[in-house]
């Protein structure tokens, strides 16, 4: 059926999706030098600027210096304390808008001693049908965004953090037998899996192509496995580092000591107690017992399953067994013993109860939430709509310099390839209105979308805006068409006034 058809097109949407442009900023521009601003209808401009300026302030390579007390933190043992923070009632206190309508600030970290050595990111983008790829392109805008650290940039937990962006190689490129660097820089490398049952599989892959468990335990302190179904991470202004968030697991005074946590969003009952794949946070003391979770490669029909069985789901036991921990972000809920898990089990069991869905719980607090992706192909309403306020409410400094580079390494190689023979359009984010002024997306993407259904995947706007899209934002001003979108292997930003048509690809 895709097969007939001289263009495919997506349209990514939901009910405001509001999109993270900064790391596109120097990417392919059609129509007009001039890319989408980050937006955010109801997030004060003068905010907004002051962002701007601060991103143009501290150009590519910016990395933090040492801050006060560096000195002194060199020869001791590192130990860190959480401070949970009350819920500020003033609505003159500054974060108090991001407290009613973003996440609110939860919890400082801070340390003392000698950081530990790296942590490394293991993030897989899955391929499967190209019509699945739009919100995992979407869930991995966002943590280009937000949750890439700078080379030099150390956090109050590690020296700092290195990261590989795998995914499987879609067939249209051909086939990789061995997991092979696309690109590398800094503490990026983007790379080709084999493809494989499961997420799982593909860490492990990339575990045994980084020299196995002893290199990688020689190197590195703390694993983060990620998926592309996986969006966030989501957090307050003043909030602790994300990366740090998981490594302490919840613990009031995190040290040496402290038994190896494992970490997840949300903990699931099903079968057994264990931490969902999509986002898993591991001390990596125990890496050696934990690898073998992650070899449950079979490539036969039951492969997904054997992975979960004999992967994911025994993993959680096996690890409290040998005397780790499991913490669950979203309940700020620790498990010290195979009794506790057992407890919590059971407590579930009686309430009917197996796992906590996105019903259950606060994005903030759980960091990261599995959505949709080939993961999980349904977003729920009440998720999606969450995530989108979010997303919107997102504080500007919570944005990392580490995406300038990931982004260089992005136009390098082919890593986001989305189609081979065929012409594919993703239309990633959209607005219409007047710049820093009134920018509305909402019923924008949809229209857009539709236009490129009616237009056999052609993306036709006609010059009267207000007739085109049923409305007018601003009586009497002149008003803009602002597009970010994925063409084939290239970005594109592209914008119209009002009275000129636009046509996409040119006509
Ligand atoms: C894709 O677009 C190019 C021009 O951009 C065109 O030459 C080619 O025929 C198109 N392919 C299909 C399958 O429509
Ligand atoms: C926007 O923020 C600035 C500085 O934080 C403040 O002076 C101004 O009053 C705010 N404007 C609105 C409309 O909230
Ligand atoms: C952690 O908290 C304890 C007890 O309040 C305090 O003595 C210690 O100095 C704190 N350590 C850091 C690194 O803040
Ligand atoms: C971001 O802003 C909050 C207050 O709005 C501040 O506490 C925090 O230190 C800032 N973070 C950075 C990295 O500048
Ligand atoms: C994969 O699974 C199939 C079916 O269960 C089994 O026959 C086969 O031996 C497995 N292959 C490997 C490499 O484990
Ligand atoms: C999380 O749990 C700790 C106790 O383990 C508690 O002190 C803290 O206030 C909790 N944080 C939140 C946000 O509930
Ligand atoms: C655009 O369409 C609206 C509604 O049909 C109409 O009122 C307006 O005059 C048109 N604008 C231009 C510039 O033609
Ligand atoms: C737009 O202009 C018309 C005529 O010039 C005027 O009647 C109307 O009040 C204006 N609308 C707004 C929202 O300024």
């Not at 706007?461 to 994925?486: M, Q």
Request: with cysteine; aromatic share 8%.
């Amino acid at each position: 059926m895709v097969r007939s058809r001289t263009a495919v097109y997506i349209t990514l949407w939901c009910t405001f999706c509001i999109l993270l442009l900064a790391a596109f900023r120097d990417s392919t521009v059609a129509h007009q030098a001039k890319t989408i601003t980050p937006i955010a209808q109801q997030v004060n401009n003068s905010e907004l600027l002051s962002a701007q300026n601060d991103e143009q302030n501290h150009p590519e390579g910016y990395t933090l210096v040492a801050r006060p007390g560096e000195a002194s933190r060199a020869d001791r043992p590192l130990i860190c304390n959480t401070t949970w923070h009350p819920f500020s009632e003033d609505s003159n206190h500054p974060e108090y808008k991001h407290d009613q309508q973003g996440c609110r600030h939860r919890q400082t970290i801070t340390c003392r001693g000698k950081r530990l050595k790296r942590a490394l990111v293991i993030y897989m983008l899955q391929t499967k049908k190209v019509y699945d790829m739009a919100v995992e392109l979407n869930n991995f805008d966002l943590f280009m965004n937000v949750g890439v650290f700078a080379e030099h940039e150390s956090t109050e937990m590690f020296e700092r953090v290195d990261y590989v962006f795998t995914r499987m190689m879609p067939p249209h490129l051909g086939k990789v037998s061995v997991p092979t660097i696309i690109a590398e820089k800094g503490n990026i490398k983007l790379m080709w899996v084999p493809s494989g049952p499961c997420d799982l599989c593909a860490h492990g892959r990339v575990i045994a192509h980084l020299g196995g468990v002893d290199a990688v335990k020689a190197k590195y302190s703390f694993l983060a496995l990620l998926n592309g179904g996986a969006r966030g991470p989501f957090q307050a202004a003043g909030d602790a580092e994300w990366i740090d968030v998981m490594a302490v697991g919840g613990q009031a005074t995190w040290s040496s000591a402290t038994p190896p946590i494992m970490v997840g969003p949300t903990v699931s009952s099903q079968v057994s107690v264990h931490i969902q794949t999509y986002c898993i946070g591991l001390h990596t003391v125990r890496l050696t017992e934990y690898y073998p979770f992650l070899t449950q490669c079979n490539n036969s029909g039951a492969g997904k399953a054997m992975c979960i069985d004999f992967g994911e789901i025994p993993a959680g036991i096996e690890w409290l067994q040998g005397g780790g921990w499991i913490h669950s972000l979203s309940a700020n809920d620790t498990l010290r013993t195979p009794d506790d898990a057992a407890a919590l089990a059971e407590a579930r069991r009686r309430i009917d109860f197996v796992a906590p869905t996105h019903a259950h719980y606060d994005l903030c607090s759980a960091l990261f939430a599995k959505f949709g992706g080939t993961f999980t192909n349904h977003v729920r309403a009440r998720t999606a709509a969450h995530a989108a306020q979010l997303i919107l409410f997102r504080p500007l400094n919570r944005t990392l310099s580490g995406r300038f580079l990931l982004q260089k390494l992005l136009g390098s190689g082919r890593f986001l390839s989305l189609s081979g023979g065929l012409n594919f359009t993703v239309i990633v984010n959209a607005w219409y209105g007047v710049p820093e002024v009134i920018e509305i997306s909402k019923g924008v993407l949809e229209r857009l979308r539709e236009s490129i259904d009616e237009n056999r995947g052609r993306l036709v706007v006609s010059n009267n805006l207000t007739e085109y899209f049923g409305f007018d934002p601003a009586p009497n001003a002149s008003k803009v068409l602002a597009i970010h979108l994925r063409y084939n292997d290239e970005e594109h930003h592209l914008r119209a006034a009002d009275g000129q048509e636009l046509q996409f690809p040119d006509g």
